[in-house]
């Protein structure tokens, strides 16, 4: 292959990646600072009272993130996943400590002043809320951190685990099983650690909801593969079939986290 081949294919490349990457972290930044509110679902989608429907907001936009984990696996292996993982994690504790920051800030007499009533009338602290609910992520940050990491490296591992057993057939068994195996131990833990553990939760509260979050996030991986077989005939198109294939070998052999 000439120079300018090899360039032109290691610069697309780095572009995936780069894209993979922003996608992952833009996503799992969002669903954190979100995730603060729990939601009724039921009534949104007309499901009966009886059937437990409270979930975290940050499942909502969850699903983008381990579509594009199984992505990033599939081109980049284990290690690129672990990369872009432990640069989002830092990134969430950064922006954190940011937000964390920012709610220590004395706040301007005329702002308090201006939203001292809400739309009805009733006295309104704004501060109070706003320390309120971004603080409120502080407990968050600690179990999310945690699952996040562990969850990750399972799936990257149950990933390449079905990829040597299936090898290039079978994309939505390796990407939803080593998704539905990950989440299993992630949606337990965030809530568990978050709202338990440094939170005002009951156990029974915390199994309640992450059983919830779990069978969405399920639903979600399952209703999600034709967009999973959709990024990978847009990535083999813009990459070419044969260098398609070469970094998918390399992803191979790139197994070790």
Do not use: C
Request: glycine letters at 6%.
């Amino acid at each position: 292959m000439s120079t300018a081949a090899n360039s032109l294919f290691t610069h697309k490349k780095q572009q995936l990646y780069l894209v993979l990457s922003a996608i992952f972290i833009v996503n799992a930044l969002l669903a954190e600072i979100i995730g603060v509110k729990i939601f009724h679902v039921n009534g949104l989608l007309g499901l009966p009272e009886s059937m437990p429907g409270d979930l975290t907001a940050g499942v909502l936009i969850w699903p983008a993130v381990f579509v594009t984990t199984d992505i990033l696996n599939e081109y980049f292996g284990p290690k690129g996943v672990l990369r872009v993982s432990l640069l989002t994690a830092g990134l969430i504790l950064y922006a954190f400590a940011v937000i964390y920051a920012t709610t220590r800030l004395q706040p301007a007499a005329f702002w308090l002043d201006v939203n001292k009533t809400d739309n009805n009338g009733r006295p309104f602290n704004i501060d109070y809320a706003y320390q309120s609910i971004f603080r409120q992520g502080g407990n968050i940050i600690l179990g999310s951190i945690t699952a996040f990491i562990v969850g990750q490296i399972l799936d990257a591992t149950v990933f390449q685990a079905l990829r040597r057993i299936t090898g290039s057939r079978l994309i939505w068994l390796r990407a939803t099983g080593s998704t539905l195996v990950s989440q299993l131990i992630d949606s337990f833990v965030v809530l568990f650690v978050a709202f338990y553990v440094f939170g005002n939760w009951s156990f029974q509260q915390v199994l309640t909801v992450a059983n919830t979050n779990y069978w969405y996030k399920f639903a979600a991986a399952v209703l999600l593969t034709p967009v999973l077989y959709l990024a990978h005939a847009i990535i083999d198109r813009y990459l070419g079939k044969e260098k398609t294939m070469e970094l998918q070998q390399e992803a191979e052999q790139n197994v070790s986290v």
